[in-house]
């Protein structure tokens, strides 16, 4: 079967984008639509079926690289649509569709994309479940596509992208409020119903289970516009609880109940992820629905916090790689001769361009540490070849400036079951410090075994830092430094970033330093 795609613009070897026309008049928008398939005719086919059934912009590429540069607007896709839907076949070249959907999964910006996976394969439930795919967002390939188009209405009809899971809204806007309520004592369960008899003015609904395993699994099938939850359950106790349900749904709004007395305990939840916190004994019909909206709204206002820094950092950060590139490539020549002044402006544009990549980059970081949304991919490594390797990436830099730079470990041992790539970002912060805030003298990168734990020190003969600001670097935005000072340039989230990377691995970071003689900042990670 030949099909003409009159609009089609040819992106690769056979790569190709279609826009449906859709009838003036018609209400309906069209469904941006990316479909990864290998195979031409089933592509074809494939097209063929939707453009006959729904209105559509849509875009097909044949194997799995390309679909993750254009999901993630990267390289030659830098200007494309974020699709509404990604019809994805499972059997592809150069990245095949099992890791397309473990990048699209572990990517933030992506994780809500919907996915059909459309292919020949025979496949269980189970195991589309690691990827976040649900059982009608798979679709078995055969000559009937009712069930693809059927499936694709299914998925695009679900809340918008943007939506957070929970329905994060601003209490108002909703006319039934559902609420989860795990506990298991009864008589506070009854107040609340009480209450919540007593308040007329919102609908609400309200499902109560007294586990941590049910909620888990009632949060899994259904959205809840709250969670009111007890700490200490029969299967999960203190925090815990909290970080359990946090780790199942990132979004959904949480109130948490704790013991008379206990706003300490209150606060340490809200610190972990719940939205507010109520005291058992003092909830009154005043405070309960107050304090559900109140958690409902903050939710909102959190979301719209991330996407809007997520935004900024994507729109940012990839017409930089691009821009940088691009210089790069006249920088050294590749596009004709250039001479001493123009290489000169070159590299100060590259300056500037490398230092707001640095800054999009850690502004994100530091939001997703903020939100709890940064999760360590651990794996076991030798911690002296990490250091080592982390130094030598300034060697060449440290030659140019006149530095003395040493290594110092015990013995080559030192296996460790931490993320390798954040150690490495720790690391870096720290020596790119120990660089920026030294004129001269040495910089000295120790690992060491300390039982349970590795040490890692990075030692300078820098400026040094008074001992009443030891502990404030370490927080967000702070800079001992004027930005006037043109080489020690930053953003005051370096430390900040550090110590969270280093708290989420159980470890510790901490400073010693004299004015005018130097600083050694360390921490520890525990091995495993
Ligand atoms: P940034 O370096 O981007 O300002 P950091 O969070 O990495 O942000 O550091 C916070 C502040 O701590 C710096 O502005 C600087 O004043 C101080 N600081 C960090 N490392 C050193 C060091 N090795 N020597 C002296 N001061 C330092």
Redesign the pocket.
Known sequence: MNIKFSDATAVGPWSFTAEERVPKNSMEKPLDILLVEDNLEDAELTVEAIRSNIPHQLTVLENGEKAILYLKKQGEYARSRTPDVVVLDLNLPRKNGFDVLREIKNDPRLKKMPVIVFTVADLKEEMLKPYGVRKEQYVKKSADYSQLIQAIKHVTQQPPKNQPEGNVYPLGLKSKIKILIVEDCREDVELIEEILLLKKKYEWQLTHVERLKEALQLLDGESFDVVVLDLNLPDSRGLETLKTIRKHKSRVPIVVMTGLQDDETGLEAVRNGAQDYLIKGQISAELFPRSLQYAMERAHLERVREELISYVNHELNNPLTVIKEGISQVAQGLLGEINDKQKGYLTKATLHINRLIRITDDLMDTTMLEFGKVVLKKETFNAVEVGKSALDSFRSFAANRGFDIRFASLGDEGTIFADKDRIQQILF?LLN??F??TEKGHIELSVRDKGHDIEFSVE?T????PEENHEK?FKKF????PSKSSHAK???????ISRELVKLHAGRIWVESKVGEG?K?SFTIPKT
Request: charge should be positive; avoid cysteine.
């Open positions: 912060n410090n120990a920026k805030y300078d820098g400026k040094g830092i670097i702070e800079r001992l430094t930053g953003t005051g989230l370096g430390l900040f600083s900042f």
